[in-house]
């Protein structure tokens, strides 16, 4: 269906931002992760990741392999020893290492990336709680590839089979559906995740379209914010229009 368009996933983010992800999405503590639940979640962002033609990174592979291992290490009954047990290192120790050391990095740069710099990369709407969706103490932050992901999966879900013989009246392309896109942006200044979608259109229309929003935050020509509550997905323009206008300020 995507005619071997392909975007890397590395691009966006890494292996461990999809772990941090799933960890903050089931609001578990980082020192005490379970595995087999987070594996499983990982694995089922990954298929749905590659069905969708994200050509991922080496690295992904790699990690779903290790959080296999220690599934798997975890599931063992310990080892008997002979007099006093030593006391065995947990598997996970490891993998919580390199998240915390990666997640100090990567708010280091957060923290560094957020200050303005000529002004150009200083989104006005950021920190501006979305009228419809966030009260007054919810704060609305940046979201991650992951999220989208997740939230074009639930999307996808709803599809049911493809129907048995697809006639392709209306042909479109990727192209187009950037265009068509930003368009409906530029007027609007922002939109619901879900509202890109439209209503009745075939699956093709349904992935190109979530292709487009994959490409245009590649560009970062536009930005995607949710409050801390997991609500509605919001997509923002983060570029100005042609006539000099802010079109984050809608």
Known sequence: MTDGYEIKLDVFQGPLDLLLYL????????YNIPIALVTEQYLQHVAMMRSLNLDLAGEYLVLAATLIHIKSKTLLPPEEQEGEEPEEEDPRAELVRQLLEYQSFKEAA??????EILERDVFKGAHSPLPSEAGEDEEIVEIDIFALVEAFRKIASTMGRPDLMEIDVEKISLADRINEIMDRLTQAGNLAFTELFDQGADRRRILYTFLAILELMKLRMIRAFQSRSFGVIRIFLAVESTDGTDQTDS
Do not use: P, T
């Open 23 to 30: 960890i903050r999405k089931n609001e578990i503590d980082i």
């Open 110 to 115: 957060m923290q560094l990336g957020g200050r």
